[in-house]
Nanobody
Framework: QVHLVEAGGGLVQAGSSLRLSCTAS???????MGWFRQAPGKEREFVAA????????FYPDSVKGRFTISRVNAKNTVYLQMNSLKPEDTAVYYC???????????????????WGQGTQVTVSS
């Protein structure tokens, strides 16, 4: 069983930055990792994905250029650096893990087997 614990959420003003972290209970080098978010009344949304080596990443247009996903496998940790935050970024952010046989990022929530409990990010205008 893989346990994921997110941290780093909070309340910030628009234009600010936050860095989320996700620490796994297992070695992450065998897992593609992703970040998703869910705002009240909305479906879960893909935010960022990274391949198991960290060599490949992918972002939707809504966060491209503002968010950066990275990983330090030696620490079993994945990060999400969020810059130029907007009120529409307000959501609960979830970390997810996919056991990967190839070094590619995974974009669909259905592809991930393990999920963290989420961390709240609130951006005020």
């Amino acid at each position: 069983q893989v346990h994921l614990v997110e941290a780093g959420g909070g309340l910030v003003q628009a234009g600010s930055s936050l860095r989320l972290s996700c620490t796994a209970s297992v070695r992450t080098s065998s897992y593609a990792m992703g970040w998703f978010r869910q705002a009240p009344g909305k479906e879960r949304e893909f935010v960022a994905a990274i391949s198991r080596s960290g060599g490949n990443t992918f972002y939707p247009d809504s966060v491209k250029g503002r968010f950066t996903i990275s990983r330090v496998n030696a620490k079993n940790t994945v990060y999400l650096q969020m810059n130029s935050l907007k009120p529409e970024d307000t959501a609960v952010y979830y970390c997810a893990a996919h056991p990967a046989s190839v070094d590619l990022p995974r974009l669909g929530s259905y592809e991930y087997d393990y999920w963290g409990q989420g961390t709240q990010v609130t951006v005020s205008s």
